[in-house]
């Protein structure tokens, strides 16, 4: 409503955009820190969080508790991964600085992303930063984000979908070139001279 009472109004994705009816929206996105998101060795990262060498991580980067985030079709989805395979855990971090953060994104496996809804989630730009596989619903500008990102994907609401794009993503446990689709995402505030 206030948006049709302003000059000019910003937003954080095209989807958001879409949602008003006026030529004054202006569409800017959240950049990435790509100091603090960037690659780092996976055992490195484990030894530095107190996590197995050998186990495969899946990572929840969201308040459990927040219904918008949908806990309980990650969890159900790493369960039936966790019943064929014991070796996979289900990682829940939030409420984490930065730095950490991105040491989680580089100790994990991929980034289960079940939210319902979104604008412009600075997680799935820092997983991408990261090159950590993402398995997320269609929500917000995420598609845009992760585009034709081999080694990510997404998915209907969907325990046994969710499920089995993980499974795929455990079985190779291969990083993404998701680093390269958001460079755009950096910005002159995080760049050093």
Same mark, same amino acid.
């Given at each position: 409503?206030l948006?049709?009472h302003?000059?000019?109004?910003? $937003?954080q994705s095209?989807e958001?955009a879409?949602?008003?009816?006026? @030529?004054?929206?202006?569409?800017? &996105?959240?950049?990435?820190?790509f100091? $603090?998101f960037r690659l780092?060795?996976r =055992?490195?990262a484990r030894?530095?969080?107190?996590?197995e060498?050998?186990?495969?991580?899946?990572l929840f980067?969201?308040? &459990?508790?927040?219904? $918008?985030?949908?806990f309980p079709?990650?969890k159900?989805?790493t369960?039936?991964?966790?019943?064929?395979d &014991?070796?996979?855990e289900?990682?829940v971090?939030?409420?984490?600085?930065q730095?950490?953060?991105?040491?989680?994104?580089?100790?994990c496996?991929?980034?289960v992303?079940t939210?319902?809804?979104?604008g412009?989630p600075?997680i799935v730009?820092? =997983?991408?930063?990261?090159?950590?596989p993402i398995? @997320?619903t269609?929500?917000g500008?995420?598609r845009e984000?992760?585009?034709s990102t081999?080694?990510?994907?997404?998915?209907? &609401?969907d325990?046994?979908?969710f499920? =089995?794009?993980l499974?795929d993503?455990?079985?190779?446990?291969q990083?993404?070139?998701?680093r390269?689709?958001?460079?755009?995402l950096?910005?002159?505030?995080f760049h050093k001279?």
């Open positions: 409503m948006a049709r302003v000059d000019a109004a910003i $937003v095209a958001m879409s949602l008003l009816d006026s @030529s004054n929206v202006f569409i800017i &996105p959240h950049e990435i820190d100091e $603090v780092a060795d =055992a490195e030894a530095a969080l107190g996590l060498p050998d186990k495969k991580y899946v980067a969201a308040n &459990p508790q927040n219904g $918008v985030k949908r079709l990650a159900a989805a369960e039936e991964l966790i019943r064929q &014991p070796s996979i289900l990682v971090a939030y409420k984490e600085t730095d950490r953060l991105a040491l989680y994104m580089n100790a496996d991929a980034l992303f939210s319902f809804m979104e412009s600075n730009k820092q =997983a991408m930063a990261c090159n950590l398995v @997320s269609d929500v500008d995420v984000i992760i585009g081999e080694g990510c994907y997404i998915c209907k &609401p325990v046994h979908e499920a =089995a794009r499974a993503i455990l079985r190779h446990r990083r993404t070139r998701g390269e689709n958001v460079q755009h950096t910005g002159p505030a001279g």
